[in-house]
């Protein structure tokens, strides 16, 4: 059976020229992208642009992780159902009968988000990626943008890019994490790593002040983080999706656990996601969980 994930524009449609790509994320077993005479072997994080091609699954062991545009899509192999167009990929027809909703269709249309700068989800600003800017009034002191993530959930900061080449060895580091209203400490810590593992437990913050010293140094870097509040119905489904994945890293497969961290990442949570994705990797060390992360930390 096909399952759909969808990441809807909050203007309700995706343009058919934002999405003329398919990018495959993860491949099981024996998949060919077939163009007139030629045929192709599937692999993980090649792209396929060729309207005229057909993705066909060999097997019941097939099936692709594939990324269009916005929109998120697992292709399952079935009797009735093995051959993919990509042009019906890229602008699927409209059903007459609406499908039931499926359980990860459900979870993803709670998070329908654009990539528009200016997109809130919850009136929490999304950011595509945890950049950084340049202080105005401190060449010593280096700025996050807003780091987003969701409520009591684990996160990862990794700061090696942002601290300069002479501070990344021999140096200590103090990561001091406060509520941004109060002044409460959050987390106060001093570390080796360039980077930090936090858990903001505490449901009533929203918002965060983020501060990393380097040690006997002027240099700093600073921000905020920005708690995403679900509501008790997101709740549910974050929870199912996310216990699937966790479940999965006991075993032989991954789809699960790439579909929850791509998921995470597109939607602007990427601290989120590499925390989970190296959570995955040191439970069971798939291969394909580390040639995803090999080529998203790109």
Excluded at 83 to 89: A, D, G, T, W
Excluded at 90 to 114: M, R, T
Excluded at 145 to 166: A, L, R, T, V, Y
């Amino acid at each position: 059976m096909r399952v759909v994930l969808y990441f809807i524009l909050i203007f309700g449609f995706i343009e058919s020229s934002f999405a003329q790509e398919v990018v495959v994320k993860q491949v099981d077993g024996n998949v060919e992208f077939v163009v007139g005479e030629k045929r192709t072997i599937v692999k993980d994080f090649s792209s396929f642009t060729e309207k005229t091609g057909v993705f066909i699954l060999k097997d019941k062991n097939s099936q692709l992780f594939i990324r269009i545009g916005d929109k998120l899509d697992v292709l399952d192999f079935s009797e009735e159902k093995y051959k993919y167009p990509l042009k019906e990929l890229i602008a699927p027809k409209q059903d007459l009968e609406k499908p039931n909703e499926g359980f990860l269709d459900k979870y993803f249309s709670l998070f329908s988000v654009s990539h528009d700068d200016e997109v809130k989800i919850n009136g929490m600003m999304v950011a595509e990626k945890s950049g950084v800017l340049r202080g105005d009034n401190d060449i010593n002191v280096t700025e996050f943008k807003p780091i987003p993530i969701i409520e009591s959930c684990p996160f990862k900061i990794d700061f090696s890019d942002q601290i300069g080449q002479k501070y990344l060895q021999d140096c200590k580091y103090k990561i001091v994490i406060t509520d941004h209203y109060t002044n409460d400490t959050i987390s106060n810590i001093i570390t080796e790593q360039t980077f930090c593992l936090i858990d903001v437990k505490n449901k009533k913050v929203s918002r965060c002040k983020l501060e990393i010293s380097i040690i006997n140094t002027a240099k700093k870097i600073s921000g905020s983080i920005e708690l995403l509040h679900l509501t008790q119905a997101e709740k549910e489904s974050f929870n199912q999706l996310k216990a699937k994945a966790i479940a999965e890293s006991k075993t032989d497969e991954s789809i699960y656990q790439i579909i929850f961290v791509e998921s995470l990442r597109a939607i602007g949570l990427s601290a989120n996601a590499s925390y989970y994705l190296d959570l995955f990797i040191e439970t069971n060390n798939h291969p394909k969980l580390v040639n995803y992360k090999d080529h998203y930390t790109k």
